[in-house]
Each structure stands twice: as C-alpha cells, then as structure tokens.
C-alpha cells in the first residue's frame, strides 16, 4: 500500500533542495528534472505553499516556481 502523505513530502522535500541549490525553475522543467506526474508535482508544491516556502509566478506558459 502506498503512502502518499510520505511520498508526497519527500517529493517536497526534494523541490526545496533542489530550488536551495539550482534556484527558480519552471513547472514544465521541474516535472522532467523530478521524474514525476503534474499531479504530484503540483501536490507537492501545495505543500511548499502551505508552509509559505516557495512562490509561484504565472508565466506566458505554465509558472515560475520560487524559495521565498
């Protein structure tokens, strides 16, 4: 049985360092560098969001994911 609560964070987790050491990225680049589904990414990002980590900018095409 999966646990999507720990999946979920550690690929939060895994957003958090990678912006701590890369910086922004798009969403589009960020599904491809993390190997995962838009659903988990942007459930992952959610989370970021909720503990007021990261920022999200609207771009012509996607967004701009950001460490506050």
Known sequence: MRNFNLEIG???G???KYLDEFGSISTFRLKMVMATS???IYLALGWLLRENKIKIEALDKGYKV???
Do not use: V
Request: proline share 0%; charged share 10%.
């Open 38 to 40: 838009n659903a988990n």
């Open 10 to 12: 550690n690929l939060a």
């Open 66 to 68: 950001s460490k506050l």
């Open 14 to 16: 895994s957003i958090w």
